[in-house]
C-alpha cells in the first residue's frame, strides 16, 4: 500500500517550454501533497504544500507565478514548470500525506531544460 | 522541527547490521522521528518512525533513548540494495507538518 506515481519519469525540453508533472497517490487518498526539488549531490528542498482544493503554500524563495501546482483531486496533484530555463533543470520529487501522517514519496521526474 | 545530527558516511559489510545513529538533542515532547532513505536517482523510501517508544517493522528497528535526545536506525542483516543515503527527520504530526530534509548518513554495503 501507500503507493506514489509520478509521471513523466524524464523530460527534455527546449528554454521557454512549459512542463507539466503529475503527482498520483495510487490506493489512498490524499488531501495533502509536497513537492521537493533535488540537485545533484544535494539534499531535497520543499518547494510547495498543496492542500486539495485551494492555493498551494510556497516556500520562501519559490516563485508562484513560476511553479504553478494545481491538487484537483484526492489523488493528484500537478506541477507545471513555466518558461523553463536551464537553471531549473532538476530532480523533481513529490510526496503524498497518508492516513497517519506519514509522507509517501513518487519515483521522481527529471527535467532536463535545453 | 528540531534540528538532527548524522554522520555523513558509513560502511557496512553485507550480511552485517547497520546501525545509523542520530542526535535530535532539541527534540520537543510532540515530535516524532522520521526514518527516510534515497536509493540513487529515486524518490525517499519511507523506513519507520517512532515517539519514544522502540519500533520494529519488516525493514528496520529504531531505537530510541529514554531522554529522547538521540535514536538508531538498524538495519539487521544489510544487502547491497540498501546502500543508499538515509535521514533523520524529526517533526510533529499534523496537516500542517512539513518534512525538512538534512545532508543524511551515505551508508555504503560492502561484500
Known amino acids: 500500500g501507500a503507493v506514489v506515481s509520478q509521471h513523466p519519469s524524464w523530460v527534455i525540453c527546449k528554454s521557454g517550454t512549459s512542463v507539466k508533472i503529475e503527482c498520483r497517490s495510487l490506493?489512498?487518498?490524499?488531501?495533502?501533497m509536497f513537492w521537493y526539488r533535488q540537485f545533484p549531490k544535494q539534499s531535497l528542498m520543499l518547494m510547495a504544500t498543496?492542500?486539495?482544493?485551494?492555493?498551494?503554500?510556497?516556500e520562501q524563495g519559490v516563485e508562484k507565478d513560476k511553479f504553478l501546482i494545481n491538487h484537483a483531486s484526492l489523488t493528484l496533484s500537478t506541477l507545471t514548470v513555466t518558461s523553463a530555463h536551464p537553471e531549473d533543470s532538476s530532480f523533481y520529487i513529490c510526496?503524498?500525506?497518508?492516513?497517519?501522517?506519514?509522507?509517501?514519496f513518487g519515483p521522481g521526474t527529471r527535467l532536463t531544460v535545453l | 522541527d528540531a534540528k538532527t545530527t548524522q554522520p555523513p558516511s558509513m560502511d557496512c559489510a553485507e550480511g552485517r547490521a547497520a546501525n545509523l545513529p542520530c542526535n535530535h538533542s532539541t527534540i520537543s515532547g510532540n515530535e516524532y522521528v522520521y526514518w527516510y532513505r534515497q536509493i540513487h536517482s529515486q524518490g525517499p523510501q519511507y523506513i519507520i518512525h517512532?515517539?519514544?517508544n522502540n519500533e520494529t517493522n519488516e525493514m528496520a528497528s529504531l531505537i530510541i533513548t529514554e531522554d529522547r535526545k538521540s535514536s538508531t536506525l538498524i538495519l539487521p542483516h544489510a544487502t547491497l540494495r540498501d546502500t543508499a543515503v538515509y535521514y533523520c527527520?524529526?517533526?510533529?504530526?499534523?496537516?500542517?507538518?512539513?518534512?525538512?530534509f538534512g545532508t543524511g548518513t551515505r551508508l555504503q554495503v560492502t561484500l
Open positions: 490506493d489512498f487518498q490524499a488531501t495533502t
Open positions: 510526496s503524498a500525506r497518508a492516513n497517519g501522517d506519514t509522507q509517501y
Open positions: 498543496s492542500n486539495e482544493g485551494s492555493k498551494a503554500t510556497y
Open positions: 517512532g515517539l519514544k
Open positions: 527527520i524529526v517533526r510533529v504530526d499534523g496537516t500542517a507538518s512539513k518534512l525538512t
